[in-house]
């Protein structure tokens, strides 16, 4: 029977997936499959919740790092950095909780989707032209932080059992609520960024 739920589960997610990278490539991160991805990964292990988070991070790194691979304002590299530094730090209270607690990574549904997501995205931005990349990137880092936080707030924390696991995200969310500010704030400030 557990085995039946979990196809079940996968199948759904899957279902999800394909439809929203199908259908909106270019609107991505998609908080419809987000959603449905962490409803059918509840309930949650803190493996699974720290597993999610570093993937979060992970994207947003490799998204941040693409900002330096190409000539940028310097308004947007100060989001990027702000970007980098904060979840380089994150990954690294995650890592010393797994060593502390004992606490293994473990994919879940949520994990992989968010992935895919965070993966379409960071493809994508490679193939614009500087200044549309600029817009994109601060676009895409004020929607992927609204709806990481809406991700931390709903799903991760409620679902923390850990003392280490819900500190970390307690102290996420704040940041998170910072890189998305500041991200809007930058996107903005340059006048060639579509508006509306």
């Known amino acids: 029977m557990k085995l ?3 196809s079940a589960r996968l199948g759904t997610v899957l279902l999800f997936l394909s439809l929203a990278l199908g259908l909106t490539a270019c609107s991505l991160p998609n908080a419809t ?8 990964s ?6 699974e919740i720290l597993q999610v988070l570093q993937t979060l991070n992970s994207g947003e790194l490799k998204q941040a790092e693409l900002v330096f691979k190409r000539p940028t304002l310097a308004e947007v590299q100060k989001t990027a950095q702000l970007i ?4 380089t730090a994150s990954n690294q209270r995650i890592a010393a909780i797994t060593k ?3 606490i293994k990574l473990e994919e879940s549904p949520l994990s992989r989707g968010l992935q895919a997501q965070l993966n379409q995205i960071t493809e994508s931005m ?9 817009c994109t ?7 992927q932080h609204a709806l990481a936080l809406d991700t931390v707030r709903k799903q991760l924390l409620p679902a923390a059992e850990n003392p280490q696991v819900k500190q970390l995200l307690t102290t996420a969310a704040p940041a998170l609520e910072a890189h998305r500010q500041a991200a809007q704030k930058s996107y903005d400030s340059i006048s060639e960024c579509p508006r509306g």
């Open 4 to 6: 039946h739920q979990s």
């Open 33 to 40: 499959v987000t959603k449905g991805a962490a409803a059918v």
């Open 42 to 47: 509840k309930p949650l292990s803190n493996g």
């Open 84 to 87: 980098i530094k904060d979840h």
């Open 100 to 102: 502390d607690a004992g």
């Open 126 to 134: 490679t193939k614009l032209s500087d200044t549309e990349f600029e």
């Open 137 to 143: 990137y601060l676009k895409k880092q004020v929607e």
